[in-house]
């Protein structure tokens, strides 16, 4: 009786490790950064990003405004990289969890931004940072404030 549980166990597990695979593939929100070949920080928001459950590819483009217009973020509220996450545009170094709680709170916006490159963002990590906000971004352009840091 052993030897005929043995493989039918092991077909058991087999199906529960592939399906769990699955479902974990499928629970990882992706992330699509355009970002100029020659940026390091935008590598290390990637990293943060990835370190964060999330599912990153990333487009070396030599025109970064061209990509932030077209997906429709406003040049003003500008950093190094803009990226698309589901229907939602992200601007600069926003933290990770502030994109987590987008996805989950689901408003009708445009995204977020970081505007610029704060020292402290995920990616610009120093001994010396500065408060920054994350802010929601609408599709007309108007910004209120998601969170502070």
């Known amino acids: 009786m052993k030897s005929v549980l043995k493989p039918h166990l092991r077909s058991l597990l087999l199906v529960f490790l592939v399906s769990t695979g699955t479902v974990w593939a499928q629970a990882a929100t992706q992330v699509e950064v355009f970002k ?75 995204g977020l931004a970081v505007p610029s490159m704060p020292p402290g963002s995920p990616g610009m990590e120093t001994a010396n940072p500065v408060p920054y906000e994350t802010l929601l971004v609408q599709g007309d352009g108007s910004t209120r404030i998601f969170d502070k840091h």
């Open 36 to 110: 100029s070949p020659s940026c390091g920080c935008c590598g290390k928001w990637i990293e943060h990003l990835q370190q964060n459950s999330f599912l990153v590819s990333t487009h070396e483009v030599n025109d970064v405004p061209a990509a932030r217009k077209k997906l429709g973020m406003a040049d003003r509220l500008g950093s190094c990289h803009t990226a698309r996450v589901g229907d939602y545009v992200i601007e600069g170094h926003v933290p990770a969890a502030d994109i987590q709680r987008l996805l989950k709170e689901k408003p009708k916006t445009l």
